[in-house]
């Protein structure tokens, strides 16, 4: 067991933090530039995580839970509090407790604990909330190619389904199609217009729910109880619409089989008429009508731009184009904020629900994905960016989100965040996966990052790969040297509560320490805290929320302008001598890191659609430090004959003509083949068997590509290519370009080089000594 820490940066707290000792005062937080943040996995599963079949102690005065730093005396059966020093007593069925008779939750290796809060035994209402349920939201604006393969995906995923899992189906183009599955006789349909907005309740009316609910309750009896209970009515539209999928497997399929595409017809010149946001609004009260509070998901499959109704993101002129970022910085796409103004009381409708949204956009043009952002985010749900219905990123990826066992995603419902923290620390924010519950408290920040001005969060859908950002600040009193010189450690404690799939409610308190350190008197110890990678991750969360929210903000200018800061605080150096300066080994890392997220996606749009930006950045704030370190800085691995394969410099140098490279960029994987790789490849030589060895080496990066590809979601792109083909783009844009047009004549032979006038990684560190020396 001894080595598996080292490997696991996250440990059993699955917390990681910028700075791991804490400055003690405001103004000497904000000379350290990069903000006090942790991101957080709440449910990230470790097999060290004992679970407790009994409820947990609270602080009556702050409500934190009893953990592993309380102080306990044993003679008086007391705990207290180490946030708020609140004594407390111990109830009855603790009176064994002694120094060698402790429960789990004060022993001091498990800093994270879960409690089992109810389950179907125990909690009337688990009955029915431990069924998942899948309302599956179908578009019909698409070529009969695209239709079949979407189709036989939606018919895997039902066959892949628990058996007591709901499903519900709706289709939509150009109208809005809800399928009475109940009614198995025949295909039963009603239809809503596409052109205008609908309430939940005119959803509820139309269909024909809560009508029988509402006649059940003056006569008690059965009904009330289940009313009361929150418990779906049987003669209400869960029976109709949504049922079971070992019920209705057979009635979809053949639903399915039956089904055509959108028959409305298309002028030429002009795009299909299709109200995605008509028909996410019918799901979202249609599933607000059966199962309020019950985990649920609408899983929409989108094949091109809305173009009717509310949440319209274009108009139907084929020769009029679809919003660039050009267009939103001028304020040219007219029909942008609106729509994102539909989906944010979508997406406010959908949490007070408890639903959730997942988003499997898949099209040449864009679809909407930066409008629909805000409601995916929100309410915790997955998204996943595709060309088409039949690439290995949509199929691969679909599949996994109903596969069960080790390789599930663990899809968990109706989960809360709660965060208490020591005195003097405020909560800024949280940038990811979820909506502020606007709870107030006294560690609420009057600076507000992400989702702000509360204690407590929403994550109507979380999994165990979920993550999320939080940023603290310090309370600006002067006088809080004071509480640092008696405890010289700061607490925080993370409470996630959550419904697992298997139906459980289950509550994980993670409870961490760290030292406040005088950094006025001595940087050291506040140096040795950094972690360079969970910085780098920060900072590009920080500068994408920036972009979206603050008009004209200039990304590469405030990242250079903090790095130069950063150095000149943290680096050694004479004044105004740029050959003096050097960099703590706790920071050598941070400027390429810095240098490589100038280049990203994530900061320089161009060339990419608003859509795949927003992807790109949803992605970025809800995967976990590692994962969002390689987005940013993509790693690369070197095969060649005569070496194992090892780590290679992101560099234009690391090209060879008899190597293969190995690029994970998280979104795609690239294998590189050298030129004389690809020649000796495309002569046959690895059929022969005297050339063993070089059919080895072949294959070698292809296994390591498919155990990336096995572990990822969403399932990242896979490109093949050859030195000097038009897909080695995909590598090139990613290295730094040390050989450029301008420099060729030093290179080595059979190396590579990028027509660029991007300035290189030496370039961009010989101006930051420079500027980060100026007195």
Same mark, same amino acid.
């Given at each position: 067991?001894?080595?598996?820490?080292?490997?696991?940066?996250?440990?059993?707290?699955?917390?990681?933090?910028?700075?791991?000792?804490?400055?003690?005062?405001?103004?000497?937080?904000?000379?350290?530039?990069?903000?006090?943040?942790?991101?957080?996995?709440?449910?990230?599963?470790?097999?060290?995580?004992? /679970?407790?079949?009994?409820?947990?102690?609270?602080?009556?005065?702050?409500?934190?839970?009893?953990?592993?730093?309380?102080?306990?005396?044993?003679?008086?059966?007391?705990?207290?509090?180490?946030?708020?020093?609140?004594?407390?007593?111990?109830?009855?069925?603790?009176?064994?407790?002694?120094?060698?008779?402790?429960?789990?939750?004060?022993?001091?290796?498990?800093?994270?604990?879960?409690?089992?809060?109810?389950?179907?035994?125990?909690?009337?209402?688990?009955?029915?909330?431990?069924?998942?349920?899948?309302?599956?939201?179908?578009? /019909?604006?698409?070529?009969?190619?695209?239709?079949?393969?979407?189709?036989?995906?939606?018919?895997?995923?039902?066959?892949?389904?628990?058996?007591?899992?709901?499903?519900?189906?709706?289709?939509?183009?150009?109208?809005?199609?809800?399928?009475?599955?109940?009614?198995?006789?025949?295909?039963?349909?009603?239809?809503?217009?596409?052109?205008?907005?609908?309430?939940?309740?005119?959803?509820?009316?139309?269909?024909?729910?809560?009508?029988?609910?509402?006649?059940?309750?003056?006569?008690?009896?059965?009904?009330?109880?289940?009313?009361?209970?929150?418990?779906?009515?049987?003669?209400?539209?869960?029976?109709?619409?949504?049922?079971?999928?070992?019920?209705?497997?057979?009635?979809?399929?053949?639903?399915?089989?039956?089904?055509?595409?959108?028959?409305?017809?298309?002028?030429?010149?002009?795009?299909?008429?299709?109200?995605?946001?008509?028909?996410?609004?019918?799901?979202?009260?249609?599933?607000?009508?059966?199962?309020?509070?019950?985990?649920?998901?609408?899983?929409?499959?989108?094949?091109?731009?809305?173009?009717?109704?509310?949440?319209?993101?274009?108009?139907?002129?084929?020769?009029?184009?679809?919003?660039?970022?050009?267009?939103?910085?001028?304020?040219?796409?007219?029909?942008?904020?609106?729509?994102?103004?539909?989906?944010?009381?979508?997406?406010?409708?959908?949490?007070?629900?408890?639903?959730?949204?997942?988003?499997?956009?898949?099209?040449?043009?864009?679809?909407?994905?930066?409008?629909?952002?805000?409601?995916?985010?929100?309410?915790?749900?997955?998204?996943?960016?595709?060309?088409?219905?039949?690439?290995?990123?949509?199929?691969?990826?679909?599949?996994?989100?109903?596969?069960?066992?080790?390789?599930?995603?663990?899809?968990?419902?109706?989960?809360?965040?709660?965060?208490?923290?020591?005195?003097?620390?405020?909560?800024?924010?949280?940038?990811?996966?979820?909506?502020?519950?606007?709870?107030?408290?006294?560690?609420?920040?009057?600076?507000?990052?992400?989702?702000?001005?509360?204690?407590?969060?929403?994550?109507?859908?979380?999994?165990?790969?979920?993550?999320?950002?939080?940023?603290?600040?310090?309370?600006?009193?002067?006088?809080?040297?004071?509480?640092?010189?008696?405890?010289?450690?700061?607490?925080?404690?993370?409470?996630?509560?959550?419904?697992?799939?298997?139906?459980?409610?289950?509550?994980?308190? /993670?409870?961490?320490?760290?030292?406040?350190?005088?950094?006025?008197?001595?940087?050291?110890?506040?140096?040795?805290?950094?972690?360079?990678?969970?910085?780098?991750?920060?900072?590009?969360?920080?500068?994408?929320?920036?972009?979206?929210?603050?008009?004209?903000?200039?990304?590469?200018?405030?990242?250079?302008?903090?790095?130069?800061?950063?150095?000149?605080?943290?680096?050694?150096?004479?004044?105004?001598?740029?050959?003096?300066?050097?960099?703590?080994?706790?920071?050598?890392?941070?400027?390429?890191?810095?240098?490589?997220?100038?280049?990203?996606?994530?900061?320089?749009?161009?060339?990419?659609?608003?859509?795949?930006?927003?992807?790109?950045?949803?992605?970025?704030?809800?995967?976990?430090?590692?994962?969002?370190?390689?987005?940013?800085?993509?790693?690369?691995?070197?095969?060649?004959?005569?070496?194992?394969?090892?780590?290679?410099?992101?560099?234009?140098?690391?090209?060879?003509?008899?190597?293969?490279?190995?690029?994970?960029?998280?979104?795609?994987?690239?294998?590189?083949?050298?030129?004389?790789?690809?020649?000796?490849?495309?002569?046959?030589?690895?059929?022969?068997?005297?050339?063993?060895?070089?059919?080895?080496?072949?294959?070698?990066?292809?296994?390591?590509?498919?155990?990336?590809?096995?572990?990822?979601?969403?399932?990242?792109?896979?490109?093949?290519?050859?030195?000097?083909?038009?897909?080695?783009?995909?590598?090139?844009?990613?290295?730094?370009?040390?050989?450029?047009?301008?420099?060729?004549?030093?290179?080595?032979?059979?190396?590579?080089?990028?027509?660029?006038?991007?300035?290189?990684?030496?370039?961009?560190?010989?101006?930051?000594?420079?500027?980060?020396?100026?007195?």
């Amino acid at each position: 067991m001894s080595e598996i820490p080292n490997t696991d940066p996250e440990g059993i707290d699955s917390v990681r933090m910028t700075w791991n000792n804490w400055p003690r005062t405001k103004v000497e937080a904000s000379k350290c530039v990069i903000p006090l943040a942790a991101s957080i996995s709440p449910i990230r599963p470790n097999p060290e995580i004992p /679970t407790l079949p009994y409820l947990p102690l609270r602080c009556k005065t702050c409500t934190s839970i009893m953990n592993c730093f309380s102080r306990v005396d044993f003679t008086a059966k007391i705990w207290i509090c180490p946030f708020c020093y609140q004594r407390n007593h111990f109830p009855p069925h603790y009176s064994m407790i002694s120094e060698t008779n402790l429960p789990a939750e004060l022993y001091s290796q498990y800093t994270t604990i879960e409690y089992t809060l109810g389950d179907k035994n125990h909690n009337p209402v688990g009955e029915f909330d431990s069924k998942s349920v899948f309302l599956f939201v179908l578009d /019909t604006c698409m070529i009969e190619e695209e239709f079949e393969y979407v189709k036989s995906e939606v018919k895997r995923a039902i066959g892949l389904l628990p058996e007591n899992a709901m499903v519900g189906f709706v289709s939509f183009g150009t109208q809005v199609q809800v399928h009475e599955l109940g009614f198995s006789d025949m295909s039963k349909v009603y239809v809503f217009r596409g052109t205008k907005e609908i309430s939940k309740d005119q959803v509820m009316e139309q269909l024909g729910i809560g009508v029988a609910v509402r006649r059940n309750i003056p006569g008690g009896g059965v009904g009330a109880y289940q009313q009361q209970k929150g418990m779906p009515m049987q003669n209400s539209g869960v029976t109709r619409f949504l049922l079971p999928a070992s019920d209705c497997e057979f009635t979809l399929n053949s639903l399915l089989d039956e089904l055509q595409t959108d028959q409305w017809p298309v002028a030429p010149g002009t795009r299909a008429s299709r109200c995605t946001g008509v028909a996410l609004s019918v799901a979202a009260g249609l599933l607000g009508g059966c199962l309020p509070g019950t985990g649920a998901r609408i899983v929409a499959l989108v094949g091109g731009p809305c173009t009717e109704g509310p949440g319209t993101i274009i108009s139907k002129d084929l020769s009029d184009p679809v919003r660039s970022h050009k267009d939103l910085d001028k304020d040219a796409a007219p029909y942008f904020k609106k729509a994102v103004k539909f989906y944010d009381n979508l997406a406010k409708q959908l949490v007070s629900q408890g639903h959730v949204l997942d988003l499997f956009a898949s099209a040449l043009d864009q679809v909407g994905v930066a409008e629909m952002k805000v409601a995916v985010e929100r309410t915790g749900g997955l998204v996943v960016l595709s060309e088409s219905f039949g690439h290995s990123v949509f199929k691969d990826s679909f599949k996994r989100v109903f596969e069960n066992g080790e390789h599930s995603l663990g899809l968990c419902f109706n989960g809360t965040l709660e965060i208490n923290c020591s005195k003097d620390i405020k909560i800024q924010g949280i940038i990811g996966p979820c909506t502020s519950m606007e709870k107030k408290g006294p560690s609420v920040s009057d600076t507000v990052i992400g989702e702000g001005n509360t204690t407590a969060w929403k994550m109507c859908g979380l999994d165990k790969s979920t993550c999320l950002t939080v940023f603290f600040d310090l309370s600006s009193s002067e006088k809080s040297n004071a509480p640092g010189a008696a405890n010289p450690q700061l607490y925080l404690q993370f409470l996630t509560s959550y419904q697992n799939p298997e139906g459980l409610m289950l509550l994980r308190v /993670t409870t961490v320490t760290r030292r406040w350190v005088d950094s006025a008197v001595n940087s050291e110890e506040l140096v040795q805290g950094f972690d360079q990678e969970a910085a780098a991750v920060v900072m590009a969360r920080l500068t994408s929320l920036k972009m979206e929210s603050e008009e004209g903000f200039d990304a590469t200018r405030w990242l250079d302008r903090n790095l130069i800061r950063l150095c000149s605080r943290f680096g050694e150096y004479r004044k105004d001598d740029p050959t003096s300066f050097t960099l703590n080994s706790f920071f050598s890392f941070f400027p390429q890191f810095m240098f490589n997220l100038r280049r990203s996606q994530f900061v320089q749009v161009f060339n990419n659609s608003p859509d795949e930006t927003a992807y790109f950045r949803m992605l970025l704030n809800r995967e976990n430090v590692t994962n969002a370190a390689v987005m940013i800085q993509p790693s690369l691995i070197s095969y060649s004959f005569n070496s194992l394969p090892q780590p290679a410099l992101l560099d234009v140098a690391s090209i060879g003509a008899d190597r293969i490279l190995l690029l994970d960029s998280y979104f795609s994987v690239v294998i590189f083949h050298g030129m004389t790789i690809a020649q000796w490849r495309n002569l046959g030589y690895q059929n022969q068997p005297e050339h063993q060895a070089f059919a080895q080496l072949l294959q070698a990066p292809k296994e390591d590509a498919q155990m990336i590809i096995h572990d990822r979601f969403p399932v990242p792109r896979l490109v093949v290519c050859d030195q000097h083909g038009s897909q080695a783009r995909f590598l090139l844009a990613k290295l730094n370009p040390s050989a450029t047009y301008n420099n060729a004549n030093e290179m080595a032979a059979g190396s590579d080089v990028i027509f660029t006038d991007d300035v290189s990684l030496q370039v961009f560190f010989e101006h930051l000594q420079r500027l980060a020396v100026q007195s």
